[in-house]
């Protein structure tokens, strides 16, 4: 628990405010500490002034281990309850705590990720990923704008776990939301707090 908290803590600092006057409009693109194209706003909340953006680039790669229970994480047994997940950033934590460095997995790439000079970026929950759905189409015209690709309309993984053996992954052409085998590689793209 206390790796758990540690982890939070350190993605947390990391994800303390970055001064988004101007840039808090969803398909605003956010640079980063290098004065480069970091992220792209997909929400934001007036009222606290903080939202979320998503990272430039995805890749490929599994979930983690089936067979794994991500002890410190909930499992989530249907579609309705994992939509309401919001805890991207906490389960990041959980996952990479749990899985470490011995392999290369989705969480993982979202935690080292470093995307202008970032830190903090995490593999979005369920309900995160479905924020960032509902804009795909301000986010893939501001991902051409940056020269970058679109969104993929296929799976992507979420943080949300099922179960040992399945997590949740999202179709970006469709909306569904389905449990899919750990082992499974598909779309991963980090999103990060400001």
């Known amino acids: ?6 982890l939070i803590c350190v993605l947390l600092v990391a994800a303390i405010s970055l001064n988004a006057q ?11 500490a290098d004065g480069k194209p970091a992220g792209i706003v997909f929400h934001y909340d007036e009222a ?19 067979g794994v229970n991500i002890e410190l ?12 997940d919001f805890d991207g950033l906490i389960n990041t934590a959980a996952i990479v705590t749990k899985f470490g460095k011995k392999t290369n997995y989705a969480a993982r790439w979202c935690f080292e990720l470093t995307a202008g000079r970032l830190s903090g970026w995490y593999l979005p929950s369920s309900g995160e ?6 804009k795909r189409q301000i986010i893939n015209k501001a991902l051409v704008d ?10 992507h993984w979420t943080s949300s776990e099922g179960d040992a053996n399945l997590a949740w992954s999202l179709l970006f052409s ?17 999103i990060r707090k400001f």
């Open 22 to 32: 101007g840039q808090n409009q969803v398909g605003s693109i956010i640079k980063g």
């Open 48 to 66: 606290t002034a903080t939202g979320l953006m998503v990272s430039l680039v995805d890749t490929v790669l599994p979930w983690g281990d089936s």
């Open 129 to 134: 990923l479905n924020i960032l759905l509902a």
């Open 73 to 84: 994480a909930k499992d989530y047994i249907n579609s309705e309850v994992a939509s309401h």
């Open 174 to 190: 469709g909306g569904d939301n389905y449990p899919q085998d750990k082992n499974s590689p598909r779309i991963v793209r980090a």
């Open 146 to 155: 940056a020269k970058q690709k679109p969104l993929t309309p296929t799976w």
């Open 1 to 6: 628990m206390k790796k758990v908290f540690s």
